[in-house]
């Protein structure tokens, strides 16, 4: 990601040619380097982990989708979405993190989820 700092290999990769000259040349300690690629493979673990929890999530909104579609029920369900967010936001700052990343992060999924049950509900007429 942008924000990680530059390995020999991003050093010496890069082709600007405002970039100075001495940077592909560039030494970096490496016990630095290792520690970066370390870290760098702890968040590729964590991204991938992130992306199998999303999928495993998805499936159980489908259900809820044909659910609903079957019983006539909107697919958006504000009450639920906003104790949902109440939630999310309480678990954020427990963890550190911003509450407010949390539920622009939760807002996101809600809309995929609601436009999924929209589709099944579609197909279900």
């Known amino acids: 990601m942008s924000d990680d700092a530059p390995t020999p290999s991003d050093a010496s990769a890069r082709t600007d040619a405002s970039a100075p000259a001495a940077a592909s040349e560039r030494t970096y300690d490496q016990s630095a380097v290792a520690e970066l690629r370390s870290i760098r493979q702890s ?4 991204d991938a982990a992130v992306i199998h929890m999303l999928a495993e999530r ?10 609903k579609a079957a019983a006539g029920m909107p697919a958006a369900d504000p009450a639920r979405e906003q104790v949902q967010v109440e939630r999310l936001r309480s ?31 579609g197909a279900e007429q």
Do not use: S, W
């Open 58 to 67: 998805f499936k159980y909104t489908q259900r809820v989708g044909y659910l």
């Open 91 to 121: 678990l954020a700052a427990e963890a550190h993190l911003d509450p407010a990343f949390a539920e622009k992060f939760l807002n996101f999924i809600v809309a995929e989820v609601i436009h999924h049950h929209e589709q099944i509900a």
């Open 43 to 46: 968040i590729d673990n964590i």
